[in-house]
């Protein structure tokens, strides 16, 4: 085989590999273990930016992305920027230039913390947007 044809054969086997290794390794752990909960939301009573993010992920391994979003909506926006950075990666080994001009640019990434930030605060006000199963104690439980 060629090295470029190699290439375009590690573009798709290294994510898929990746991505199953890391799923089975997140579902066995989201499975056999009691996770903590965010010291910051232990001592000062607060949600911080990544409070929820393990129940947004366990909600995604099962398919629910709207409990995904409501439990942490960054996991999501990391996904989408993550894909687009790949669908770049690919087009490229196939001999296309295709740019996604948003995510080359650096005022949208201070403009995305700038909304997180807001977000982290906000959700500690408005219950709707704030993850479900911390404060009431109320579990999610998949099984």
């Known amino acids: 085989m060629h090295y470029k044809t190699y290439h375009k054969v590690l573009v798709f086997v290294i994510p898929a590999v990746s991505l199953a290794v890391l799923g089975a390794a997140a579902v066995f752990i989201l499975s056999n273990f009691e996770l903590w909960q965010c010291p910051f939301l232990s001592i000062f009573h607060v949600y911080c930016a990544g409070c929820g993010a393990t129940r947004a992920a366990t909600a995604l391994l099962h398919g629910d992305i709207l409990l995904s979003l409501r439990q942490n909506a960054v996991i999501i926006a990391a996904i989408i920027l993550a894909l687009m950075w790949y669908i770049e990666l690919v087009l490229r080994v196939f001999g296309k230039n295709v740019r996604f001009p948003l995510i080359h640019n650096a005022k949208f990434y201070y403009i995305l913390l700038a909304v997180w930030l807001a977000y982290a605060v906000l959700r500690n006000f ?7 199963g911390t404060r009431a104690g109320l579990g999610i439980n998949y099984n």
């Open 126 to 132: 408005i219950p709707e947007i704030a993850p479900v």
